[in-house]
């Protein structure tokens, strides 16, 4: 018994060990993403240090067009028609569960051909065909039962897939527009931003806090492509969900209510800021 307390309480201690561990590594994380930050903030200002009294001010938020803000709005508008829809591996299956019922009914009429063929048999004139079907009736009957018991369960399986899949051809017809308009307006936002960001960099413009708290002033040599990248979506995530924080780049996390895109994208960002570091 003493063992095995003992080795409860060591377990118990591994585990708070691996959490403060744990704790560390994202304090640790935090702490090493500030000072580069820090670093890049004060290169930046030595290497601008004489015209940083005329440098200009990118608001982005401010720069942000009617233009720009359409088009988010038909991003977001056909994304929300896409969360409707069954993505590939849903589609197959829904159409495999119809596939199983309708096998089922090949099934079940071919095996109740059988017992009536036995049943025919059976009381037939020929008497060696008719004690063959008497050996040969009780497991035939036996599978129609368990087929017709599998019945309920394959039909019920199969009527909800015909409508979702219903459903889903329902959405495809009366909003195909806004599902094709999805990439070519997301094309076009993304470029309309990334010029944006990417004029502000090469003027030496000072972004807003949000910006440099979260990013930086400008594109780290190391990873330029990525932090363009990130930095377009941020903005465009600002843009769509209309976030207003003057010192957060996402503001506040999605509401509880909020659709699986906006918190799967500020679960990507989030990580995307992380990766950073």
Sequence with gaps: MDDIQFTDGADEHRSELSSDVAAMRGDLSELVRSVRLISQKVEWLMENVPTIADAPVCDLDGDVDATMADLAATVEQGEQFQDQLLDSASHTEMTAAIERHAEWSRMLDHQQSTVLTLSEAIVGDDEASATRSGDDFPGAWQALLELEQDGPRLAKTAQLARERLAADAQVRRAHLKDLDAVGPAWQELTRRLRTLIDSAVEEHALFPAWFRNSLGLAPPPAAPTRWF??????????????????????????????????????QRLIAGLARLT
């Design 229 to 266: 990248e990130l930095a377009v979506e941020i903005l465009a995530y600002r843009i769509t969900y209309q976030v207003l924080s003057d010192e957060s780049p996402l503001g506040d996390p999605p509401p509880d209510d909020a659709s699986a895109r906006r918190r799967q994208w500020y």
